[in-house]
């Protein structure tokens, strides 16, 4: 039989010292950012969580030393010009689709605003 049953006092005492446990720690331990990295807004959070679902399959590194098929997205993209981002990621290019249809205004200018708070890479020394 895979499931124990409850078997007192014993079973008690685990659940009180595991809720003492993680009760010690804040609630965003887990999902803490980096060391001086931006401190997010809500929209810029949920840009995050767009650009994660949607974009990341192109535009972000799945491990490192693996290429990407799409440039990194970051704060210097397409100049930081809102309006051009914004054109760009709505209707797409040939090798891009475009997210018109997927992206509700308010989204696209999430994902925008979280572009902005992400720094361009250094240039790598050759």
Same mark, same amino acid.
């Given at each position: 039989m895979l499931a124990r049953e409850f078997s007192g006092e014993a079973d008690v005492r685990s659940l009180f010292i595991a809720a003492i446990i993680f009760? !010690?720690?804040?609630? =965003?331990?887990? #999902?803490?950012? &980096?060391?001086g990295a931006p401190v997010l807004d809500e929209t810029q959070t949920r840009g995050r969580e767009l650009l994660n679902q949607y974009c990341a399959i192109c535009h972000l590194k799945p491990q490192l030393g693996a290429e990407t098929y =799409? &440039?990194?997205? $970051?704060? !210097?993209?397409l100049g930081g010009d809102a309006v051009a981002l914004r054109d760009f990621i709505g209707h797409? $290019?040939?090798?891009? &689709? =475009?997210?018109?249809?997927?992206?509700? &205004?308010?989204? #696209?200018?999430a994902v925008i605003a979280y572009l902005k708070t992400v720094p361009a890479p250094a240039p790598q020394a050759h």
């Amino acid at each position: 039989m895979l499931a124990r049953e409850f078997s007192g006092e014993a079973d008690v005492r685990s659940l009180f010292i595991a809720a003492i446990i993680f009760s !010690a720690f804040p609630a =965003g331990f887990a #999902l803490a950012q &980096p060391a001086g990295a931006p401190v997010l807004d809500e929209t810029q959070t949920r840009g995050r969580e767009l650009l994660n679902q949607y974009c990341a399959i192109c535009h972000l590194k799945p491990q490192l030393g693996a290429e990407t098929y =799409g &440039p990194p997205l $970051t704060q !210097a993209t397409l100049g930081g010009d809102a309006v051009a981002l914004r054109d760009f990621i709505g209707h797409g $290019t040939a090798r891009m &689709p =475009g997210f018109q249809y997927a992206f509700k &205004p308010d989204d #696209l200018a999430a994902v925008i605003a979280y572009l902005k708070t992400v720094p361009a890479p250094a240039p790598q020394a050759h």
